[in-house]
């Protein structure tokens, strides 16, 4: 079966809860079948240069020719095919294993002077990629529904809407990028040799794990101090009830780093980690596919009202991603990066850990670590780099309307 049938076949199978909109129905559905059929065993974690990347590669080219795009790779292909050295262990200096990665490249030709490029990775861990997974135990596949089959299908959607938008002040490139899981690989291949010239690129924007969209409606958005416009603009758009928490720094682990370090302005969406972050549960499942819809319609309303800016002005921004990076010891938790409150707020708790042995849970609010008073996340990487291994702590903690200290061994 073709994979143009398969999409058919995933189009009619699924049905859509009678509580979405009719309107926005068909296009739910077509986001669910992006991210079932990206995610499903068939592509088998999707590992850059494997037959599962492959196939990951061919379902995006086929899609991007049924919205009606104009291919932009190698050759007046769909791809933009480079050569890398996979390597299981990151730290050696031995040579590594010699494979192909694909960017998936299509394009929206509205003859104007200055092009919007949408990104997102499509490529995820395979059977677990060491020193990347945290899946403890057996290989096992690794979905990565929201990790991006969820970013994936978040741009197969701004490119058909802005196929038929009639928003024809800029251009749109539409890129789907290999083995950022290898770190950004695919993108920084790209605009060292872009298929596309890269002149007169406008911004660039990025979906990350945009899957998970929580009921608060927090949306994380990183890179808005690299243009003074992105912040008023962000403020003017209110879109079903989504809140936003902004960073500044144009740098991260995400492709947009590829392009705001070619001096473009750049912006990173993120719904947020969760306890299935690079693990085999992160499953099509768990996604919601109700907020992928919503975080997409807010991006589609920001370029929208774009539209008549011209080309943003570039700013470079302090890394905010290495604030706190000197910290010897971890408490054994995630963050919930989308929290916008004081406090670090802990989505989940690693088994066998600090934080687990000191009876902390998962949605408990840190607001103290030793004398170190916690107000946002730096804070609390600030606070971890105080200690070493075998230190003591009072870590103090907000758990619903209870203040609670427990003492924390590192």
């Known amino acids: 079966m073709s994979i143009k049938n398969v999409f058919t076949v995933l189009l009619i199978a699924f049905s ?45 080219a086929t ?25 299981p262990d990151p730290h050696s200096t031995a040579g590594g294993e010699p494979r192909i990665g694909k960017n998936v490249v299509g ?15 499509y490529d995820h861990l395979g059977y677990g ?46 890129l789907a990028f290999s083995a950022e899981e290898l770190g950004l690989v695919g993108s920084k291949k790209f605009v060292e040799k872009p298929s596309f010239s890269l002149e007169n690129v406008n911004f660039m924007l990025n979906m990350d794990m945009v899957g998970r969209l929580n009921e608060e409606k927090v949306l994380a958005i990183n890179g808005a101090g690299t243009s003074p416009t992105w912040k008023e603009a962000l403020e003017k758009i209110t879109f079903a ?14 492709d947009h780093t590829s392009f705001y370090l070619k001096d473009m302005p750049v912006l990173h969406f993120f719904t947020g980690q969760h306890t299935d972050y690079h693990k085999p549960s992160d499953d099509s499942e768990l ?8 975080v997409s319609m807010y991006i589609a309303n920001l370029i929208e009202n774009l539209n008549d800016r011209g080309k943003l002005v570039f700013t470079k921004t302090k890394d905010e991603s290495q604030q706190g990076a000197s910290f010897k010891v971890t408490l054994g938790v995630m963050p919930d990066y989308v929290y916008d409150g004081e406090g670090m707020r802990i989505d989940a708790v690693m088994d066998d850990r600090p934080a687990k042995k000191a009876g902390l849970e998962n949605g408990d609010i840190v607001l103290q670590i030793g004398e170190i008073q916690v107000k946002t996340i730096y804070d609390y990487m600030d606070g971890l780099s105080k200690f070493k291994k075998g230190d003591k702590a009072k870590v103090k903690v907000k758990r619903k309307d209870a203040m609670i200290e427990r003492e924390v061994e590192f």
């Open 16 to 60: 859509i809860p009678t509580i979405f909109c009719q309107e926005n129905s068909k296009s739910i559905q077509k986001l669910q079948v992006d991210v079932v059929y990206l995610s499903s065993n068939l592509l088998e974690g999707r590992e850059a240069g494997k037959p599962g990347g492959e196939l990951a590669a061919k379902y995006i």
């Open 63 to 87: 899609r991007f020719e049924e919205i009606g795009l104009e291919p932009k790779g190698l050759g007046g292909s769909w791809f933009q095919p480079f050569d890398f050295q996979y390597n």
């Open 107 to 121: 394009f929206i030709d509205n003859k104007a002077a200055n092009t919007i490029v949408i990104g997102a990775h």
């Open 129 to 174: 990629l060491p020193g990347t997974s945290l899946h403890v135990g057996e290989p096992a596949v690794h979905n990565g529904a929201d990790d991006n089959a969820s970013g994936v299908a978040s741009l197969l959607f701004l490119a058909e809407h802005l196929k038929k938008s009639g928003l024809n002040k800029n251009n749109y490139l539409f």
């Open 241 to 254: 009830n989504i809140k936003i928490k902004t960073t500044d720094s144009g740098v991260g682990p995400s």
């Open 287 to 294: 996604v919601n596919y109700q907020g992928i819809f919503e």
